[in-house]
């Protein structure tokens, strides 16, 4: 059991890029328009905040066609590997007329069919799409995949009313009170549940009936839910995928051999983040044991790390 675990630890340990692909749509409205593209540009900012690692595209008004699109995807495609992670972030305005869901973007839409096509032919494992758009949730049946993670801001295509979901997942990227376990890394999970809460709060203080209800299914299956934990079974893959993970001054500085090392320890305490997730569902004896496993691989990086 021991070795099994340890070999576990090993595998999350190994160094990957991370893809981020922010894409703004049609705005329709000259507020919109402004708005949809300083989102866009604030998620550049801080994701770009991750360091090297972090490859990060954004395709924000004229450029956000669907050629532009689906060439950034097919670049990824050629170039990201199996232990890689890809991020979709999109913003803006969608439809659904009842069979298709489209993103509104210049020139043709693209359908959650299309993306899903793209998505697909990338060999990264881990993948994240965060559908932060009127109508969001019709794209569900189409993504949905085994090891993707889908957000989405509403629940349902005819939840047609333009989202405010997309400005607090934007501020889950800047705002500290979203790393909820204060490990110094903001998981998908965490932003979910920050930008959802928030979204909540919003409609709340100002006395409005919610138009839109953020979902997440990470299980594979078309049907997400609005509080994922271990009882439902989703949540436990958004949790060990992280979003922004700042490279600090410190990191900036190391040699490869020890940047390597401080990846292995931040995916270390990723494993144990999905391991505390699942606590609740677990005996509590293969709980210590897993724990005490990870740790102690978690112990014997940190030395290295300081040596």
Partial sequence: MRLLLLLAAA????????????????GGTPEYEAQFAKWASDLDHELKSNG???????????????QQIERALITIASEARPEDSVALLLIGHG??????????VPGPDVTARDFARLLNAIPAKRQLVVNMTS??????PALARKDRI?????????????????????DALKDPAADADKNGTVS????????????????????????EHAMLSDSGSAKAVHDPKPENGQGLIAAAFPLMRPETGVARNLGPEKRNL????Q?????????????????????????????????????????
């Fill in 267 to 307: 995916n270390l305490e990723a494993e144990i983040d999905r391991l505390k997730y699942r606590k609740a569902a677990m005996p509590a004896d293969d709980y210590r044991q897993q724990l005490t496993a990870l740790l102690l691989e978690l112990a014997k990086t940190q030395a290295e790390i300081d040596r």
């Fill in 135 to 140: 109508c969001s949730g019709a794209s569900l």
């Fill in 262 to 265: 401080v990846t292995r320890k």
């Fill in 52 to 66: 090297p690692a972090a490859r990060v595209t954004t395709l924000s008004g004229n450029a956000a066609t669907r």
């Fill in 95 to 104: 439809s659904f007329d009842g069979t298709d869901y489209k993103f509104n």
């Fill in 188 to 211: 998908a999970l965490e932003a979910f549940r920050y930008a959802e809460g928030k979204t909540n709060t919003y409609f709340e203080s100002e006395k409005l009936l919610a138009t």
């Fill in 150 to 170: 889908v957000i989405t801001a509403t629940k349902s295509g005819t939840e047609k009313n333009a989202t405010v979901f997309a400005r607090y997942w934007v």
């Fill in 11 to 26: 595998a999350v340990s190994a160094s990957g890029a991370n893809y981020f692909v922010t894409i703004a749509g049609l």
